[in-house]
């Protein structure tokens, strides 16, 4: 591990000649695993308060993809997943954790048509996280497996057989991991040290936390990403689940939603579970109205960065765009 580590903050994509004569040409096709692409590399985040029925159905209209959250029963996940099915989603993903009832999930979820799984838990560099992708093996599904920040953490789960990876330890916009532990590796470097194994071993990788802006996005494909999970962008869309809850009157009102981390106080006691081991935190965002315009911006300004990087695709933008680190006023103190 190199022992400064940069986030999207700390650097900038440098440009290269280009023959790209409409950014319309440019083809955002990626890979979720070895055997699955999709046409726009985005995901939402499998959070309570980010993906459920509509949000998934609306993504993969767009040719990207939405993982359903684990955060609720298991029939209730099921219902989700058996909808999205009957409308005719083809890639239908659903997350389960790593303890508990965790195994009979599975086996529903499958059961219910779900055709990919996401591994989600803190930390992914886990026993319990082999065991639980031993058991996958069983069923004919593709597996996303994380969170890890570390090359041995990726050896690992290429060892046990994931099918994808998901990297970030701390860098999500509702995360107090950081904070609360110490532990966390900043989201460029984690993704550097992580694509120096999925070189050798071909798995994709997901670069999921802290992505505020289309720039951002561009990063984490230009250091090897295939894709980004989103959680604070979509918070506030229509798609989101929740209410919209209206403060104060006409004119001078305002419409706002709730988007709050998975491991935060107020999700862990709407599950009923212990008031402790809280790593996140909850707060209200404007209401953004349809998910399409987030997704819009998002895929105009990752075309426009194509542009600058003289790449026609993300093979092309992997291998040719690099990035000039900037150092703050604080790190040269
Ligand atoms: P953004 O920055 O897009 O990040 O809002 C979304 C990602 O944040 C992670 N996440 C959490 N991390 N405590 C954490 O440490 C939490 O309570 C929490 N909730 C979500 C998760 O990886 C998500 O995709």
Redesign the pocket.
């Known amino acids: 591990m190199k022992n400064i580590g940069l986030s999207y903050d700390d650097i900038l994509l440098i440009p290269n000649y280009s023959e790209i004569k409409s950014r319309l040409n440019v083809d955002l096709t990626s890979r979720l695993t070895q055997n699955i692409n999709f046409k726009l590399p985005f995901i939402s985040?499998?959070?309570d308060t980010?993906t459920e029925y509509r949000m998934a159905k609306k993504l993969d209209e767009y040719g990207a993809l939405g993982i359903i959250h684990r955060f609720c029963s298991i029939e209730k996940e099921c219902k989700i997943i058996e909808k999205l099915k009957k409308e005719g989603v083809k890639k239908r993903a659903a997350s389960i954790g790593v303890s508990g009832e965790n195994q009979q999930r599975l086996k529903a979820l499958v059961k219910a048509g779900a055709n990919i799984i996401c591994i989600?838990v803190?930390h992914g560099h886990h026993k319990l996280m082999s065991d639980t992708l031993q058991y996958c093996q069983n069923y004919d599904i593709e597996v996303i497996a994380?969170?890890i920040a570390t090359q041995k953490a990726a050896e690992f789960l290429c060892e046990n057989g994931a099918d994808c990876l998901?990297v970030?330890?701390?860098?999500?916009?509702?995360?107090?991991?950081r904070i609360n532990t110490g532990f966390g590796v900043p989201q460029i470097t984690a993704l550097e040290e992580i694509i120096k194994v999925t070189k050798k071993c071909g798995l994709p990788v997901i670069a999921?936390?802290?992505?505020?802006n289309s720039g951002d996005v561009a990063k984490a494909l230009a250091v090897g990403a295939d894709s980004v999970?989103?959680?604070?962008?979509?918070?506030g869309t229509k798609e989101t689940p929740g209410m919209i809850h209206k403060e104060g009157n006409f004119p001078n009102y305002k419409l706002y939603k709730r988007?709050?981390?998975?491991?935060?106080l107020d999700?862990k006691l709407e599950r009923g579970s212990e008031k402790r081991n809280?790593?996140?935190?909850s707060t209200t965002v404007d209401y953004k109205g349809p998910v399409k315009y987030v997704i819009q911006n998002l895929e105009d300004g990752l075309r426009s960065a194509f542009s600058y990087g003289g790449a026609c695709s993300i093979d092309e933008f992997h291998d040719n765009v690099s990035y000039i680190k900037l150092f703050s006023k604080e790190v040269q103190s």
Do not use: Q, W
């Open positions: 985040a499998n959070m980010i989600d803190a994380g969170n998901k970030g330890i701390g860098p999500g916009s509702m995360c107090t991991t999921d936390g802290g992505i505020k999970m989103i959680g604070s962008l979509f918070a988007y709050r981390g998975s491991a935060s999700s809280v790593e996140g935190i």
